[in-house]
C-alpha cells in the first residue's frame, strides 16, 4: 500500500517568515507534485518533479520553491511567506508514465499571520 | 491554457437517490481521466478512473462515462448512501506529468 507522509498536519508562521514542508514516499515513485487546495479552486499544482534534482514549474509557482535530492523526499519551501499563502498544501506521488494515478499525503494546513 | 470544469459545485441528494458531476476539459490531447473522493479531514483518494479507449466503466455502485467527441465525462453515483458524502475531483491528463483537476464538487447525502 502506497504511502505518502508530511511532515506537519498544522503550521503557523509569521509573515516573512522561511517555511518548509517536507513530503515522504515510500514506493519507489518517480514523479511527486505539490498542490495547494482553496475553496472553490480544487488542486492547483505549485511545482513538480519527475526525478531527483529534476523540477517543473506547475501552474502558480510564484512565491515557492522546491527541492529534490533523495528520490522519496520532495520539499516545498516559501522563501518569504505571506498571507496569501495561507491554504492547504498536499504532497502527491506517481509511479511514471504509464500510471497516472497520483496518491495524496494527509496535507498541511499552512497559517501565516 | 488547459483547464476542467465541473458541475455543479454542491449537490444534495436523498439517500438511496442517484447522483451525476458532469466536468469538460479543454486539452483535446487529454487521455487519462481519474476521479478522486475527499472526506471530510482527509486526503484525496482515487475512486474509478478511464483512459480515452473506453467509453463507459462501472464498479458497484460508481460509474464513469466519456464523450471524446464533446470532450466531457460524468461520474454516477447510484443507490447513494450517508458515507458517499464527500467533496469529488474530476481530473484529465495528457499521460504526461501534468493532471489539471476540476474545482471540486461537495455532495451531501441526506439520510
Known amino acids: 500500500d502506497v504511502k505518502v507522509t508530511q511532515s506537519s498536519r498544522y503550521l503557523v508562521k509569521r509573515t516573512g517568515e522561511k517555511v518548509f514542508l517536507e513530503c515522504v514516499q515510500d514506493m519507489d515513485h518517480e514523479n511527486m507534485f505539490w498542490y495547494r487546495q482553496d475553496p472553490g479552486l480544487g488542486l492547483r499544482l505549485i511545482y513538480f518533479s519527475y526525478d531527483v534534482k529534476m523540477k517543473e514549474k506547475g501552474d502558480i509557482p510564484e512565491g515557492y520553491s522546491v527541492s529534490r535530492e533523495k528520490k522519496e523526499r520532495f520539499s516545498l519551501i516559501l522563501e518569504s511567506a505571506s498571507t496569501n499563502q495561507t491554504s492547504m498544501y498536499l504532497c502527491?506521488?506517481?509511479?511514471?508514465?504509464?500510471?497516472?494515478?497520483?496518491?495524496f499525503g494527509p496535507g498541511t494546513r499552512l497559517t501565516v499571520l | 491554457g488547459e483547464n476542467v470544469e465541473q458541475h455543479p459545485s454542491t449537490l444534495s441528494v436523498q439517500e438511496g437517490d442517484s447522483a451525476v458531476i458532469k466536468c469538460t476539459y479543454s486539452?483535446?490531447?487529454?487521455?487519462?481521466f481519474p476521479w478522486y473522493k475527499q472526506e471530510l479531514g482527509k486526503r484525496p483518494q482515487l475512486i474509478i478512473d478511464?483512459?480515452?479507449?473506453?467509453g463507459e466503466k462501472k464498479d458497484q455502485r460508481i460509474a464513469v462515462t466519456l464523450n471524446k467527441t464533446a470532450k466531457h465525462f460524468s461520474l454516477h453515483i447510484t443507490e447513494t448512501q450517508p458515507e458517499d458524502s464527500a467533496v469529488y475531483f474530476c481530473a484529465a491528463s495528457t499521460g504526461g506529468f501534468k493532471t489539471i483537476f476540476g474545482a471540486g464538487t461537495r455532495l451531501f447525502v441526506k439520510a
Open positions: 478511464i483512459r480515452s479507449n473506453v
Open positions: 502527491a506521488s506517481s509511479r511514471g508514465q504509464e500510471r497516472d494515478t497520483q496518491y
Open positions: 486539452d483535446s490531447a487529454s487521455n487519462y
